[in-house]
């Protein structure tokens, strides 16, 4: 068992976890913070995206060794005094979503998308979900959102 | 799934030479760490966790791109694949590394995963592009810095890496003017590598080729440079290649394997094709990948003069009736609460022991030392089973633990309940099974055979299904065309995002909680009730929300072994199978293959059809025999066809196991008959919507199996209006860069919903006055992303005039709820909307009644409105004269009005041969695909569905349901299937399943619905959970055929057979 410590949406965390304990599983079972999901482990689906250090990462594909004391923000830490992210608000206002599984995946990963390129097309934008399954929507109203969030932050 | 115990050491050096000592003392037992994107992926497929980890993210000298003093590009080993692909350098002298960096993996891998990792896995993607680059790579070694030929390198006999750091790989500053890459893979993007393939070109003054370079590498390609091919353009221009004899060169000098995904053969043709593709365009790729046929472009449709109207079901074109589902919220937040994420502090893990053979006799088992290990609280196995060892929910045929002999890889021997994860798969691993092992039978049409080995003492017919109508033989005698084929459907996987899982704890009254996501509680609990042998009064079942089902979790999955082990723990268990034990041990779609012989007369009318199904049921029951039953009741499609002769069996295996998913046999059906339809109007002459509307149904006309059905017939306005679609005009043919052929096709569907009229299917709701002044509409239905909830708001809100968020859905529950029937057979919506209508007048006149008596009016001076009772005369909706919240207060709880129904759910009356469905709903799809004419491969640009269900109770789910269904379909058409060998699958998680990607989704998808009914359908709306998959593949198959003038049978597409019968590959010899 190995101490890992970081910090997770603003808070210090620290837990006393396997070294091969992945940061998903760090963040779900150490930390209880359930937004973040596991649709397959092995970084297929990007169910498990969050932000380390300010880039999505699919957190199954990282140690959490790897993550120490890096910032580390997930969907739980996204809304502001209780107000949503304009990508989780285009999320609901768009039905970005139907069982949810996929939803803080996809919403991390757009957060991140956004914040790097402001001037967002649908291409760019289909291109950069290329990493994320979403087995219910058909992925057409999560493009729609993440562009309505885009025009929004703009 | 097994994951080694090893502790790991990790040693983070500061410096490469650091990094190089230590990589020097441990050897083999270490293992370098770099962006660490495959550690994971390699556990997975079972590798060994090192002893010894050398993180190198200290060396910072290792990231970065520079431009070196002669001009080479210097690119650090740990530069993430991010930074690279956005880097402006890369971007502007080297976009085709740029691009071959963006085809690995995705967004969020990239950023962790670098360039080192992948050039020192040795086999990694981006290889062929830097070999025709001629890229040289920097390395640490007992000399220090040397700088080697990146070919030289990975093909010394070492392994490439070996006591070496990859410091840099540097590209020379000669740069080739002439530069491809390609990745081909399994689907459009963030796909396995099929095989890459890349060329560098380099000119002299006078446009001739001085230097070459062709390469080919990824997935289970080592990488290789095509010397003799390279060679063999020097001294030529462009212009003067003979790419015939170019594409002869590359392959025969490539050496490439063959795994159960794609041939060898394939993978060569597609590279080669690839490097002719990028260096002559479409010009070049007619010399070598067939010509494009250009005669097949059905024009465009005529006109069907029926008047119909129709609404695009969006956000943009409904506004107004757009509304937000109320389960939304938490679920952006990511505080929505899934039974898999529920954790106490007393719960112990469960998992499940598998058989891991597709067919053996148990000779023993010992648990023994596992039930010592300390921390296992909890063993059981069939010896556990007081009840009913057997679930399914037609023939309980599959045993909760397997007895006497295993039938599948997933059959479940044993299971156990730990402290944690690490003592649970250690006690696991201590369960000692003795096992014969018994001959497989992995085929469902040699399972029949009269020597086949028996899966069960029963036989392994499971159903043997049909009719005959007609004089079917004369017909096809005096035909005046016939099309005959097979089809043949995949093992679709449900591959829901939340895996089968949830929790189960006994209760201080001596009962038990069970918590899994499921699509009908109650017949969970009856099943449950059966196995443990006690009143189904004493479970109570909570299966929903769930994250996504599809039919998946229709059939019980970890219930039995979740509720054996709480009850004999005494304590919460939770349980959540991995993807790859969902993969081996979850239903699939049981495969079919369908002969089809259809036969129509001169002038296009049908007037015979013959069809003879066999499906692979796997080996259990379950729903399997409803499947075909359903596919038998659509062998007509949306047609009359007046001589008719229908078989379907199903064959127990040992597959996997088959049952319920969404389309349930009519997907398939319509995939075979659709695509005789669109053959026969082809040979009659006929375009295809000519063909369909002399042929389709009439209002009024008996069902298929002789039931009397509802009114509101859509099909020629269905048609009709796709007919009119302006799809057909978008650009077809060959696209203008000469890679593409675009086509249009059309198929149409009939749907059935409800369970039909064989077995008992039944609605129930009750509507009830809450403490807190909500409407609570309690259904025995579960979440499981349709959007019921939102549905069931609406049914009631409109029913009682109230406002959505005045009504709580109370579902999911058996201790809260009644049971309303199973979440599946796109029964829902009927039930919910019927309900509403059934208890809300009661509901709203007890409202009124209760409100009348406090305010001391009378009821016919009140009504109901948002948030409570009005004044029935107001004109402008201002607050409530009484809220719900204070009508509440007033009352006491036995004063609280409610209301209840129960209903059978509507079924045909008539002569009816079979299990027939009385409510229908339609479809018209359309597609537009464009077939790669260097691949094979099928993408779909456009996907049109024209809908009539009745009246649409949410926008936003409408479309939702549609959307979904069309892009499984898709993925049922182009690239899902569960590959299995022998009784053991190959597919065992997203890596080697393709679900489709939002690459593979369309970017232009539409639907449109016709929400009237016929004057006098007192209906309602129908549910349209399948409509939205059901003509999803013939249309996808017309499409192909308009664009290259073939029909493809076989789900899902090969593009290998695309290849070979467009002309792009050669057929390989027998
Ligand atoms: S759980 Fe991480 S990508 Fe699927
Ligand atoms: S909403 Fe269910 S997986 Fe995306």
Known sequence: MTVVSMTVNGKSVSADVEARTLLVHYIREALGLTGTHVGCDTSQCGACVVHVNGRAVKSCAMLAGQAEGAEVVTVEGLARDGELHPVQKAFREHHGLQCGFCTPGMIMTAVDMIRRKPQLDEQTVRDELEGNICRCTGYHNIVKAILAASEEMR | ?1070
């Not at chain 2, 190198?56 to 690279?84: P, Q």
């Not at chain 2, 719960?347 to 300390?374: F, K, N």
Request: proline content about 5%.
């Open chain 2, 1 to 1070: 799934m097994k994951k080694s115990l090893v502790a790991p050491q990790i040693w983070h050096p500061e410096e490469v030479s650091e990094a190089w000592s230590l990589l020097k003392r441990f050897g083999k037992a270490a293992r370098v760490l770099a962006g660490g994107t495959a550690v994971q992926l390699d556990w997975a497929a079972g590798a060994p966790v090192p002893e010894h980890w050398i993180d190198l993210n200290r060396l910072d000298d290792l990231r970065g791109v520079t431009e070196l003093a002669d001009g080479g590009i210097w690119i650090g080993a740990l530069t993430s694949l991010s930074a690279l692909r956005h880097g402006a350098l890369i971007g502007k002298k080297l976009p085709m590394l740029c691009d071959a960096v963006g085809r690995v993996g995705s967004a969020g891998i990239r950023n962790l995963a670098t360039l080192g990792g992948n050039v020192a896995s040795g086999s990694g993607c981006i290889i062929p592009a830097l070999l025709a680059l001629d890229a040289e790579v920097e390395l640490f070694t007992a000399k220090g810095l040397v700088r080697r030929n990146l070919r030289a390198l990975l093909s010394s006999s070492l392994t490439p890496m070996e006591g070496v750091v990859l410091v840099a790989i540097v590209v020379p500053a000669r740069l080739p003017a002439k530069t491809c890459f390609e990745k081909m893979g399994l689907r459009r993007a963030f796909t396995p590598s099929v095989i890459n393939a890349a060329a560098g070109l380099w000119f002299d003054g006078a446009g001739n080729v001085v230097k070459a370079r062709l390469a080919i590498g990824g997935g289970i390609t080592p990488p290789q440079r095509l010397s003799a091919a390279e060679h063999s353009l020097i001294g030529i221009p462009l212009s003067a290649l003979d790419w015939t004899s170019l594409k002869r060169d590359m392959l025969g000098e490539m050496r490439v394997p063959s795994d159960a995904f794609r041939s060898a053969e394939y993978r060569r043709n597609v590279a080669a094709n690839a490097i002719i593709a990028g260096l002559g365009g479409g010009v070049a790729l007619d010399a070598v990948a067939g010509k494009a046929s250009a005669h097949c472009f059905a024009s465009i449709p005529a006109f069907v003069p029926v008047p119909y109207s129709e609404v695009e079901v969006s956000r943009a074109a409904m506004s107004e009736r757009w509304r937000m589902r109320p389960d939304v919220t938490a679920k952006v937040e990511g505080a929505f609460t899934y039974l898999t994420d529920i954790r106490k502090p007393d719960m112990l893990v469960g998992r499940v022991l598998r058989a891991g053979y597709p067919h053996a006799r148990i000779l023993g088992i010992d648990t023994s030392e596992a039930e010592a290990l300390p921390g296992v609280h909890a063993v059981v196995t069939h010896r556990d089973v007081k009840g009913l060892n057997g679930y399914g929910i037609v023939i309980p045929d599959q045993p909760a633990f397997c007895a006497d002999k295993v039938r599948y890889v997933g059959d479940a021997v044993a299971a156990i309940a730990a402290e944690s994860e690490e003592i649970a798969e250690r006690a696991l691993a201590l369960i000692r099974v003795d096992y014969e092992v018994l001959p497989i039978v992995d085929d469902a049409e040699r399972a029949l055979a009269p020597d086949a080995p028996l899966v069960h003492e029963s036989g392994n017919l499971l159903a043997d299904l049909g009719l005959e109508r007609g004089k079917v033989d004369e017909a096809f005698a005096r035909a005046a065309h016939i099309v005959e084929d097979v089809y043949v459907t995949p093992r679709q996987m449900h591959a829901f995002m939340e895996t089968e899982g949830g929790y189960a704890e006994p209760t201080p009254e001596g009962g038990l909680l069970v918590c899994v996501a499921g699509q009908h509680g109650y017949r969970d609990r009856m099943q449950l009730a059966r196995i443990l042998d006690v009143d189904e009064e004493c479970i109570r079942i909570v299966s929903s929300p769930s994250g996504g089902a599809f039919g998946g979790k229709d059939e019980l999955t970890v219930q039995p072994a979740l509720a054996l082990l709480a009850l004999k723990a005494g304590r919460p268990v939770r349980l959540q199978l991995d993807r790859w034990e969902s993969v081996l041990a979850g239903t699939k779609r049981q495969p079919m293959r369908i002969r089809m012989r259809t036969a129509c007369d001169a002038e296009g009318y049908l007037i015979a059809q013959e069809v003879d199904a066999i499906a692979d049921g796997g080996a259990y029951a379950s729903l399997g025999a409803s499947v075909v039953e359903t596919a038998l009741e659509h062998v007509t499609g949306a047609y009359r066809i007046p001589n008719v002769r229908s078989r379907g069996r199903l064959a127990y295996t040992n597959n996997g196991f088959g049952g319920a998913f969404r389309g349930f046999g009519c997907n398939e059906m319509l995939f075979a008959v659709e695509s005789q339809i669109g053959r026969l109007a082809e040979k009659a002459g006929l375009d295809p919507v000519s063909f369909r509307v002399r042929n389709l149904r009439q209002p009024g006309d008996m069902g298929y199996l002789g039931q009397v059905v509802a009114p509101s017939d859509r099909g020629r306005e269905t048609l009709a209006a796709a007919a009119a679609s302006d799809l057909w005009a978008r650009e077809r043919g060959v696209s203008a860069d000469g890679r593409k052929v675009i086509g249009v096709g059309l198929a149409v569907a009939l749907q059935g919903s409800g369970l039909g009229s064989a077995i008992g299917d039944s609605g129930a709701a009750r509507l009830s006055l809450a403490a807190d002044g909500k409407i609570e509409a309690a259904f025995g239905a579960e979440e499981i992303g349709q959007g019921v909830l939102a549905l069931i708001q609406e049914s009631v809100a409109r029913v009682l005039g109230c406002e959505r968020d005045d009504v709580r859905p109370v579902i999911g529950d058996t201790a809260k709820t009644v049971d309303s029937g199973s979440t599946t057979a796109s029964r829902m919506t009927y039930v919910v909307w019927r309900s509403a209508s059934e208890t809300g007048p009661e509901l709203s006149a007890k409202l009124l009644a209760a409100a009348a008596k406090e305010m001391g009016k009378q009821s016919e001076e009140l009504a109901i409105g948002a948030g409570g009772i009005y004044d029935a005369r107001r004109n402008v909706p201002d607050v409530p004269l009484l809220s719900f919240a204070a009508l509440a207060q007033s009352l006491g709880e036995a004063e609280r009005p409610s209301a209840e129904c129960g209903f059978a759910f509507p079924i045909s009356h008539g002569t009816v041969e079979g299990n027939a469905r009385f409510l229908h709903c339609h479809s018209a799809v359309l597609a537009r695909v464009a077939v790669d004419r260097v691949t094979g491969m099928v993408e779909v640009l456009d996907l049109d569905q024209h809908t009539a269900a009745g009246p649409v109770m949410d926008v936003a789910n409408y479309s939702g349901q549609i959307e979904g269904g069309g892009v499984q379909g898709l993925g049922f058409t182009l690239t899902e299937d569960t590959l299995i060998e022998g009784g053991t699958f190959t597919s065992r998680n997203f890596d080697s399943y393709m679900v489709p990607m939002i690459a593979d989704a369309p970017a232009n998808m539409r639907v449109f619905a016709m929400e009237e009914l016929d004057a006098g359908d007192p209906y309602g709306p129908r549910g349209v959970g399948e409509l939205g998959i059901s003509a999803v593949s013939p249309a996808v198959a017309a499409a192909v055929a308009d664009a290259v003038g073939i029909w493809v049978v076989e789900a899902p597409f090969s593009p290998e057979k695309i290849l070979i019968r467009t002309g792009g590959m050669s057929a390989p010899a027998e």
